[in-house]
């Protein structure tokens, strides 16, 4: 079992993203009741999930998107598609940038 802070430092997110995750049911530690704060113990398969989140936002999905994929993974095809289609459009924008800023 791992505290939060430990969990931060591992995945690299902050305090503020874990919660938010914890918010939006994407992880779900065990939850020690204290009289002032609550504190949180995370499993390993908690930090797992929490670098797959931390990559998946790297790579531009929302929150929306990745909570899509953790209840039906049969959803990710397509939005790994759609993001990747979203991207070559976005590639070939700055393609047209860059030409356009060359004959300036």
């Known amino acids: 079992m791992y505290k939060m802070k430990d ?16 918010e939006q049911k994407l992880v779900e530690p065990k939850v020690e ?7 949180y113990s995370f499993e390993e398969k ?29 959803n990710i095809s397509s939005l790994v598609e759609e993001k990747e289609s979203l991207l070559k459009s976005e590639i070939e924008h700055m393609k047209s940038l860059r030409q356009t800023i060359n004959r300036l």
Do not use: Q, W
């Not at 797959?52 to 209840?71: P, Q, Y």
């Open 33 to 39: 009741e204290g009289i002032h704060r609550n504190s």
């Open 46 to 74: 908690d930090v797992e999930r929490l670098k797959d989140i931390a990559t998946l936002r790297s790579a531009g999905f929302g929150i929306a998107d990745i909570k899509m994929m953790i209840e039906d993974p049969t």
């Open 7 to 22: 969990v931060c430092k591992m995945t690299g997110l902050t305090e503020k993203a874990i919660r938010l995750y914890m």
